[in-house]
């Protein structure tokens, strides 16, 4: 057994030997300050992004900042600084559409034309997709596309076009954007946040200023007007009508301010200024129609509320809001934080052992989960394929939502890395795919449930469209619930199963348990038509869509029981995973085939690695199996190679296989080959998911628990022999800190959130191995102190 100690005991000793706790940036408050660290003055932080010149690429350069609803990104130019801003909800497409449109559901009745699909891959195995989306896709229409909201742009006549000691900023800690320059001996500073509390952007400039501020859009379906100290932008979408407004009110401290005549608004002479946005539409996420009140009496309170608060109450508040989630995990890796800027210590980046490397990849992993709680808070649409930063009115993928990986992939990291609030907007979106779902599920395949295919919008798009490769994968409902039954088993709270996860999840498995055929060559119950992403031919039951459908109706079941829902029920889930074929099939030369028939190539490097689903995200393949030896040996060959997202995947596929230098060594390639000076995730183009999924498989090197086992140190990698982790969240309510040096334990401090039997598996415990039943709101130590 550990020994126990009190909550005010960890506080003292169980977080540092100097009775401090160590905040992700490193700083140390005491133990009376702890309960609002908050408050603590500010520290330099080593978790920064910083450069020395402005951006002058939004991809590669630019910063970005969110607050869930809105985000921004932020340039440091001189002399006209842009600020390009965004808010999730501002799509084309959908209802109202000029295009027409029809969530992607077959525009005319095709009777059997699943069945004639079904009976073609029965008699030739394969079928190529060309002919499958030929029977079974159609052209999209009224898809749309997430809208960049603009730019405000802040014209500084006054601003150097060489100033002394530049610097440009982002405090990963505080949330915050900071420009800062001298030009002859005054020190300028601008500083810019995007408020989740407040539902706001704002900027502050001091140090002599005198600026206009003007709005900018690549489209021209707005007005923009000034009025006293306010700027009002409103218009409609051309598609498809969708009604837009934000608006801008200034604030100044000496000088003048003057409403212009084409929309803008100048301050002179101030000795400081600042400013708020906010911006909305009348989008609602509610079937079919997807349309809500007027923004305008909404954006109206909420600038006028936020003006009156404040900027200094404004700031405290954010910066409050976001240290709250933020601060719950440190990183220690012995990095040595050089004084450099974070473009060069990308382009020095060797994927070694160096203090610097170990810099960034600290760096980088809290890059990751500043960009989740940036893009992605409760009253808004979930993360998207770029957060909630787009400034294009054409986004690559339409800026969109793919279900084939993507958008749950971005919430790979949510749970363990200690920030479950995030998962609200997820949990709401997939919850609103199942009214348009179920009549996809009816309509196409005549069945109960409900579906969604490979990708999906803001406005219900559950059926499909024609692109071969990537149009048909009715198993991404059934994925997209995983995320939801995670959520309840880290957090243990039966009212949100009962409420929120298992009606979802009851629903797809329903949608299974009617689709599913037996395959006439074993007998076995098959997905089919079935395809591996992006990869291959047609054929029955590909290894991907037997181990998804395996784990939606294992969990279900799970719940099922947990929630004592009818006998009947269950029953069905016990048949069908009795006779499902499991997705689970070792080739002739070693590797987990990725379909049913023996159709590998070794000599395939193809990014997508489908038919590990079972290691990673799943729970059916444990390493030492030989099941994880078939896994290794398709991971081996596919390479180390890929786009970003396909890098940070393999990451924690490695992970997953105890195999931490291998792991470490992913995390290499997409820090030397994958990632932007900015430190955003590239596809190529930026694709945020590789940065969630890379703070994801640095999680699974320090901690795992998937297994039903709170797994400490399961895949450390040499490069990391010393440090610290605090924060990191398991399975069954655990929250744990962890020290080690020379690559082995020292200490384990696990605090409870649930009183439950737990077992955990680390090197400090006798055997290896102890099962306790933890208390809730007690913590446990094995190991000395530090």
């Known amino acids: 057994m550990p020994h126990e100690i009190s909550r005010r005991t960890t506080l003292k000793t169980a977080l540092g030997g100097a009775g401090g706790l160590a905040l992700g940036g490193g700083a140390l408050v005491t133990p009376a300050d702890a309960a609002d660290s908050s408050d603590v003055s500010p520290v330099p932080s080593a978790l920064a992004l910083w450069y020395t010149t402005p951006a002058s690429d939004w991809e590669r350069e630019a910063l970005p900042i969110g607050g869930g609803a809105l985000g921004a990104m932020v340039f440091g130019t001189l002399a006209s600084e842009r600020l390009q801003f965004n808010e999730k909800t501002l799509w084309t497409g959908g209802p109202g559409s000029v295009q027409g449109y029809d969530f992607g559901n077959w525009r005319a009745a095709r009777p059997g034309a699943i069945t004639a699909v079904r009976e073609r891959i029965d008699a030739e195995t394969e079928v190529d997709p060309d002919t499958v989306a030929a029977q079974l896709g159609q052209a999209r229409v009224g898809y749309g596309a997430h809208q960049t909201f603009g730019d405000l742009q802040l014209d500084l006549p006054d601003a150097p076009t060489t100033p002394d000691s530049y610097r440009r900023t982002l405090d990963l800690r505080e949330a915050i954007a900071t420009v ?389 029920f269950r029953e069905q889930l016990v048949g069908a995973l009795a006779q499902l074929d499991p997705g689970l099939r070792i080739g002739s030369w070693g590797q987990l085939q990725e379909w049913k028939a023996d159709l590998d190539d070794p000599a395939d490097d193809h990014r997508h690695v489908s038919h590990l689903y079972a290691l990673h995200p799943g729970r059916q393949i444990e390493p030492g199996s030989r099941w994880a030896d078939a896994a290794k040996a398709s991971l081996t060959a596919r390479g180390d190679g890929g786009t970003g997202w396909s890098k940070a995947w393999k990451i924690n596929f490695w992970a997953r296989l105890r195999d931490g230098d291998h792991a470490h060594r992913m995390l290499g390639e997409q820090l030397k080959s994958s990632t932007l000076p900015n430190l955003w995730d590239t596809h190529p183009p930026f694709q945020i998911d590789g940065n969630f999924g890379a703070t994801s498989g640095i999680v699974e090197m320090l901690l795992q628990s998937q297994y039903g086992v709170i797994e400490v140190l399961p895949a450390l990698p040499a490069a990391w022999p010393d440090g610290f982790v605090r924060g990191l969240r398991a399975r069954g309510g655990a929250t744990l800190d962890i020290d080690w040096a020379r690559g082995r334990a020292t200490r384990v401090v696990l605090t409870a959130s649930r009183t439950r039997e737990l077992t955990v598996r680390c090197v400090l415990l006798e055997g290896g191995e102890t099962t306790f039943k933890a208390v809730a709101g007690r913590s446990y130590v094995w190991g000395a102190k530090g």
């Open 180 to 568: 800062t320059y001298t030009s002859q001996q005054v020190r300028h500073e601008r500083e810019f946040f995007a408020s989740h509390p407040d539902n706001v952007i704002v900027g502050r400039l001091t140090g002599g200023v005198t600026v206009t501020l003007r709005y900018a859009s690549r489209r021209a379906d707005f007005t923009a007007t000034a009025v006293g100290d306010r700027i009002t932008v409103r218009g409609e979408l051309a598609d498809n009508g969708l009604k837009f407004e934000a608006q801008i009110r200034v604030r100044h401290e000496g000088g003048s301010l003057a409403a212009n005549a084409d929309g803008t608004l100048t301050v002179t002479g101030a000795d400081r200024a600042w400013f708020v946005l906010t911006a909305g539409t009348d989008y609602a996420d509610t079937y079919p129609d997807y349309r809500g009140d007027d923004p305008h009496a909404r954006v109206t309170k909420t600038v006028d509320d936020a003006f009156r608060t404040g900027y200094v109450v404004l700031r405290a508040r954010h910066v409050r809001d976001h240290r709250a989630l933020f601060d719950r995990v440190a990183l220690d890796i012995r990095a040595d934080v050089p004084d450099i800027p974070t473009d060069q210590l990308l382009a020095g980046y060797t994927g070694g052992t160096s203090p610097t490397d170990r810099a960034l990849e600290a760096l980088f992993f809290q890059y990751g989960r500043y960009l989740l709680i940036a893009s992605s808070r409760p009253g808004s649409l979930p993360a998207n394929l770029q957060g909630v930063w787009n400034q294009s009115i054409a986004p690559p993928w339409s800026a969109d939502y793919h279900v084939n990986i993507n958008l749950q992939m971005n919430y790979w990291l949510a749970e363990a890395a200690n920030l479950a609030e995030t998962t609200a907007p997820y949990d709401r979106f997939v919850e609103a795919l199942r009214a348009p779902g179920r009549r996809t599920a009816k309509e196409m395949f005549g069945s109960r449930g409900w579906v969604v295919h490979n990708e999906t919008n803001p406005y219900g798009f559950t059926g499909v469209h024609d692109w071969p490769t990537a149009f048909w994968f009715p198993e991404a409902a059934a994925w997209l619930t995983g995320q939801l039954y995670e959520h309840y088993r880290f957090g243990g709270s039966t009212d949100y199963l009962r409420s929120t996860a298992y009606p979802v999840m009851k629903e797809a498995a329903e949608f299974w348990l009617d689709n599913l055929r037996t395959d006439p060559h074993d007998g076995t119950l098959v997905v089919t038509p079935s395809y591996s992403p992006e990869h291959g031919d047609f054929t029955a039951g590909a290894a991907m869509s037997q181990q998804i459908v395996h784990d939606l109706l294992t969990n279900t079941l799970e719940a099922a029981q947990i929630l004592g829902d009818s006998p009947a």
